[in-house]
């Protein structure tokens, strides 16, 4: 279903075996930005924000990064531990390619885990943190503890193809209940998620839209962390769908849950193969 | 390009019975108790929504009831619950089913007041819940149609998912046989178009007295969309 997305590998990796680990590098993400810019020279979603793209250097969201990595490295939590153990699913500790490689089945929990449940399993289990700690309990904001660990540990991955993996069976699962969930209407207004992001170059009032099945746009898309402009702070791929949910009028989304995960499953594999500019800068 | 094979109720049904007493497994740290990959990929998705508290669901919403009504889909909505246009059986399925539940309101279709109207086109506030939630208490809930579409010439910030309105009072007239269909496209738009993305707005979401201010606001001669 997703041919396309190999048509434009060029763009940013040499083409590697169909199904083996993404060959990709580490790069800028601004870099990653300017070639996706030239790649797609007709995308009203990619060229909509001349001012986004100019402030794309000095991205707000880089300012979390030393933060971020002196929280992933400090001893923390009532068990006075570091996050190094932490196995993101290339390994205790492995940061780099490990966040474009998610969601994925993680034998310890018997799980398919996307980003930030991992993340939030991790400071659980090996920090010691509980729901009620800040710590955990405070997931949004540039501010809080889980952006800025988001934002170091996705950086590891800028450039990077999103590379989601497949191969069990529940992470399929999970990805094509995702597809479902994606085209599934409900709600007040009857709304799916295609309803906004089924066609290219469409408008919700002043913002143009990224297209799902152009994968050039969704990568950018599905870049989260990201700087928002319009709301001064660094937002998750999680704070964008409860944020969509919300407008769609279906019930309140609530966090580390499994809808969550599928949707990030679907998306995240929606955009494979296009590399991941992380942390982006939005609106 | 495929179209999504529709979820009747017997699937909903069947998953849930199949499930029933699992609801739990993930909040656990294990799902072994329920295999997912025994699901078609619609169970999963149904059951995902529904039954593992991944949505405030118990929460009241403004329309009355409670989200997980909203999460529970009607005949329209699953029909519709595809990739594409829906191909012609299904087409005239959700027709017929709009047909049948639309109201024409008593003593006929009337325009009601443009600048009333122009506020609702214009507000995109009510109906959101979970992390926050429209209170309609103390503001009205809005119509949205400028998310969508392009009313007044003279207004910059407009949504393209809808075509243009602009004019559309001022090429049709208001005879009633355009008040009708008006009102039946507002009403329910999947009359005319099956699965289309506007909204049902007469299907809890506006009053027939906020309608007749928002086609006003379309069909009124005075109304800046028709300058």
């Not at chain 2, 009607?74 to 029909?79: G, K, S």
Request: charged letters at 25%; a negative charge.
């Amino acid at each position: 279903m997703f041919k396309k997305a190999l048509l434009a590998l060029p763009v940013a990796m040499a083409v590697g075996v169909a199904g083996t680990a993404a060959q990709a590098e580490w790069q800028d993400p601004n870099d990653v930005l300017q070639k996706l810019l030239e790649a797609q020279p007709d995308s009203k979603y990619l060229h909509q924000s001349e001012m986004n793209i100019m402030m794309m250097p000095d991205n707000p969201a880089l300012y979390l990064l030393d933060d971020g990595e002196e929280l992933f490295y400090k001893e923390r939590g009532p068990n006075n531990a570091s996050l190094e153990s932490c196995d993101f699913g290339k390994g205790e500790g492995v940061l780099e390619g490990a966040y474009v490689e998610l969601p994925r089945y993680f034998e310890d929990t018997g799980k398919v885990m996307d980003f930030e449940m991992r993340l939030v399993h991790c400071m659980k289990e090996i920090q010691g943190f509980t729901s009620d700690d800040s710590a955990v309990s405070q997931r949004h904001g540039s501010g809080s503890d889980i952006m800025r660990l988001t934002t170091y540990i996705a950086h590891q991955s800028s450039g990077y193809a999103w590379n989601p993996p497949l191969d069990h069976p529940k992470e399929q699962a999970m990805r094509d209940a995702g597809e479902v969930l994606f085209f599934r209407r409900g709600g007040a207004m009857d709304f799916n998620c295609a309803a906004c992001h089924g066609d290219s170059g469409k408008q919700i009032r002043a913002s143009v839209l990224p297209e799902m099945r152009n994968s050039q746009e969704w990568t950018k898309a599905v870049s989260w962390p990201a700087h928002r402009a319009g709301q001064d702070n660094v937002r998750s791929q999680n704070h964008r769908i409860r944020g969509c949910i919300w407008q769609m009028r279906h019930a309140g989304i609530l966090p580390d849950t499994p809808v969550n995960t599928a949707l990030i499953s679907y998306w995240n594999d929606a955009a494979r193969g296009e590399p991941a500019i992380l942390p982006d800068l939005k609106r | 390009m495929f179209n999504r094979r529709i979820l009747t109720a017997a699937v909903v049904v069947s998953a849930s019975a199949a499930l029933a007493g699992c609801d739990q497994f993930f909040q656990d740290t294990s799902d072994r108790e329920v295999d997912i990959t025994q699901m078609s990929p619609e169970e999963l998705a149904e059951y995902l929504v529904l039954e593992t508290n991944s949505f405030r669901l118990d929460q009241d919403v403004q329309e009355g009831g409670t989200a997980r009504e909203r999460m529970q889909q009607d005949e329209i909505q699953a029909l519709c619950s595809l990739e594409g246009s829906p191909n012609s059986e299904t087409a005239g399925q959700v027709v017929a089913a709009a047909r049948a539940s639309y109201e024409r309101p008593d003593g006929g279709v009337q325009l009601g007041d443009w600048r009333r109207g122009a506020e609702l086109a214009r507000s995109g506030y009510g109906y959101r819940v979970g992390h926050n939630n429209d209170d309609h208490g103390t503001r009205e809930p809005g119509a949205n149609c400028y998310a969508c579409h392009q009313m007044d010439p003279a207004e910059t910030t407009y949504g393209t998912i809808g075509p243009s309105l602009a004019n559309y009072g001022r090429e049709r007239g208001t005879d009633e046989s355009v008040l009708n269909y008006v009102h039946e496209v507002v009403s329910n738009p999947h009359q005319y178009f099956p699965c289309t993305y506007m909204p049902r707005f007469g299907r809890n979401f506006l009053t027939e007295e906020q309608i007749s201010h928002v086609m006003a606001y379309l069909l009124d001669p005075e109304s800046p969309v028709n300058q």
